[in-house]
């Protein structure tokens, strides 16, 4: 895949995980869809590493979409951590 695919791969596993996790974020849906873009190549990464399979077949293939949203969620629920705790110090 390209990189271009990635880019968008990661644009719409980051705006599924804003669906999936609702809620006020510091950043908006901008830094929510980078994270995204982010957390794609995250998850490809962790399918790699820790199933030993290769969740980067394609753009359509579903291995590909759920490493995505499964890495965007990650980020997404850290980056919230990190920015909660900031807010309130």
Not at 65 to 86: E, F, K, M, P, Q
């Amino acid at each position: 895949m390209g990189i271009i695919a990635w880019i968008v791969i990661g644009l719409l596993a980051g705006a599924i995980a804003k669906l999936l996790l609702p809620g006020k974020d510091p950043g908006g849906i901008i830094i929510t869809m980078l994270i995204g873009v982010a957390g794609g190549l995250l998850g490809g990464w962790l399918g790699k590493v820790i199933f030993g399979v290769d969740s980067i077949d394609g753009f359509f293939n579903l291995s590909t979409w759920v490493a995505a949203i499964v890495g965007s969620l990650i980020l997404l629920i850290l980056y919230r951590v990190i920015t909660g705790n900031r807010r309130r110090a």
